[in-house]
């Protein structure tokens, strides 16, 4: 097929039309919320099969390698569909779902390189939807429980058989590193907002290292992990409320699931969701914090060992400690990884994730508290 003449809606159409046929193709519309690629949903008028698909642009900035963001993707379905079909006891009657890479239509390869982007599509999974904020603990527990199957049944998938494809990803030192590297760069600033955030930073480096440390000790230990469990990636029945699958797998890979227990609370437990523009406002909600790690422990109680447990509380403070830093670091380098829409978004976002942190340890002895109360049901 020969490339569009000009024109974002007719390259769509034409990308579109490499992975399904282009007779059949209804609409195609932008999906989503996510900060780094691009996402449509492309509507089918024939209903007979599949009626819609989700079209994805990888920013190939943060993803260098997208070929092996595929593989991952590729090893991952592979290994969960011989695990549902072994119809595990924890699933009965329930819902799951695994979004699914699609081929192209002309060599059965898996992608689509044109002029210079990297464009793949993957099934979508209908009659479910996300959310940006939480609505309330029920969902909160189904958030809690969709991480912790979705841990489960990428337990026993060997981290050797996935590539690191974002180096450094949640390794909280590497981003004060850059933090470090970027402000040494950047003019001073007389913005008193930006100066307070810089300083928050600076009031909290040490321990920085925390979960990092335990790993080099051996107190805990690298395993597949999602990468980016926040609340819209959690896709929610929409009949039962219950969590069916988790979506944008593209941050696959051998990681700590600190982290992702921490990214699920931070985004879980702030009401207010991580765009909202009244600080004073921002919380952590501890009820919410309760409801979802019941729903994970739930399921990830089987896996989690003590030394897990003993560094919940950590992770529950670093991540969104580590989001601020990230989103305050890409502020002052010019917006160059997180997609903005206006002037000062990133500042703003990582005042939100100050401003959450800030709650967090207020709330410490309370935090540490529901985390021994729930490690002690075991
Ligand atoms: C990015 O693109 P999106 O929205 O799914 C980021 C996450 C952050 C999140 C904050 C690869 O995710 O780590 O937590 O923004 N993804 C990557 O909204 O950096
Ligand atoms: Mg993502």
């Not at 049944?153 to 590539?163: G, H, N, V």
């Not at 180096?167 to 003019?187: G, I, K, R, S």
């Not at 810089?198 to 925390?210: H, I, K, T």
């Not at 969701?273 to 729903?295: K, M, N, P």
Request: proline share 4%.
């Amino acid at each position: 097929m020969s490339a569009p003449a000009s024109g974002s809606a007719s390259i769509l159409q034409t990308i579109a039309g490499l992975f399904h046929p282009p007779e059949q193709i209804a609409g195609i519309q932008q999906l989503g919320s996510g900060n780094v690629n691009d996402t449509f949903l492309v509507t089918l008028a024939d209903s007979a099969t599949r009626q819609a698909f989700v079209m994805q642009r990888l920013n190939t900035e943060v993803f260098e390698q997208p070929e092996l963001v595929m593989r991952n993707l590729l090893r991952l379905g592979d290994h969960v569909e011989q695990k549902l079909a072994a119809q595990p006891p924890e699933l009965t009657g329930r819902r799951w779902e695994v979004p699914k890479v699609l081929p192209t239509l002309d060599d059965d390869g898996h992608w689509v390189e044109h002029q210079g982007e990297f464009w793949r599509s993957i099934s979508y999974i209908g009659a479910a939807t996300t959310s940006d904020v939480i609505e309330n603990a029920t969902q909160a527990r189904e958030l809690g429980y969709g991480l912790g199957m979705f841990h489960h049944l990428i337990s026993d998938l060997p981290t050797k058989e996935l590539a690191d494809t974002l180096e450094n990803f949640h390794v909280t030192p590497a981003y004060l590193a850059e933090f470090d590297a970027v402000l040494a760069n950047a003019t001073p600033g007389t913005d008193d907002h930006l100066n307070a955030a810089v300083d928050f930073v600076n009031a909290r480096r040490e321990g920085l290292d925390v979960l990092e440390k335990a790993c080099e000790l051996g107190a805990l230990h690298r395993r597949p992990i999602h990468g980016d469990p926040k609340i819209n990636n959690v896709m929610i029945d929409e009949d039962s409320g219950q969590a069916v699958g988790l979506i944008d797998l593209d941050t696959v890979k051998p990681g700590l699931v600190h982290y992702d227990i921490g990214d699920c609370l931070r985004s879980g437990c702030n009401r207010l969701g991580e765009e909202t523009l009244t600080l004073d406002q921002v919380s952590f909600d501890l009820q919410l914090c309760r409801a979802i790690l019941e729903g994970y422990l739930s399921i990830g109680r089987s896996f989690l060992t003590s030394e897990d447990f003993h560094y919940l509380p950590d992770c529950i403070r670093l991540i969104p400690l580590e989001l601020g830093l990230r989103f305050l670091t890409d502020h002052l380098n010019g917006d160059r990884y997180f997609r903005t829409e206006r002037a000062n978004q990133n500042l703003d976002r990582a005042r939100v994730q100050f401003a959450l942190t800030e709650s967090i340890e207020a709330q410490w002895p309370a935090i540490q508290t529901l985390v021994s109360e729930l490690s002690r049901q075991r």
